[in-house]
């Protein structure tokens, strides 16, 4: 018995999540996707130079390395940064990128904006373009 269109797609809705239907019965938008949650779990030693003793202002080179669990694709990855001030980050694995940001405060609000650009190393040369990216928050 063939079913129309229209009522592929109600028992799409109807269907409970995790049910183990028949992939053919179901239009191919109802098929669950199982969602990236971008969760991971990093462990890294930071290694600080030219520190301030009085610990009043951020150490002017920070070293950090160490490993990386995606946990969706369930996989471990090398992480290395180097640090420098509170403005510059260049990270080397797993994707070469250069990091700048700077947090600009907004009159005597109490509030600020935190201004990030990001650039993978190997689109140097047109830094303007996506995969490169400008975000405001």
């Known amino acids: 018995m063939r079913c129309t269109r229209r ?3 109600k028992r799409a809705i109807v269907a409970p999540p995790g049910s183990l239907a028949d992939p053919e019965a179901y239009p191919e938008s109802a098929i669950p996707i199982r969602n990236s949650t971008g969760a991971r779990i990093k462990v890294t030693r930071n290694v600080f130079f030219f520190k301030d003793p009085e610990g009043k202002r951020k150490p002017w ?3 950090g390395a160490g490993l990386s669990v995606d946990m969706d694709g ?5 992480i290395c940064r180097v640090r420098l001030g509170s403005v510059i980050s260049v990270k080397a ?3 070469a990128c ?3 940001s700077h947090s600009l ?4 609000s109490g509030l600020s904006v935190k201004v990030l650009y990001e650039l993978p190393l190997r689109n140097v040369r047109s830094f303007w373009e996506p995969p490169a990216r ?3 928050r």
């Open 7 to 9: 009522e592929k797609k």
């Open 61 to 63: 080179l920070d070293f």
């Open 74 to 78: 369930q996989s471990l990855q090398p």
């Open 93 to 95: 694995f797993p994707q």
């Open 98 to 100: 250069l990091k700048a």
């Open 105 to 108: 405060s907004l009159g005597l």
């Open 134 to 136: 400008l975000m405001v």
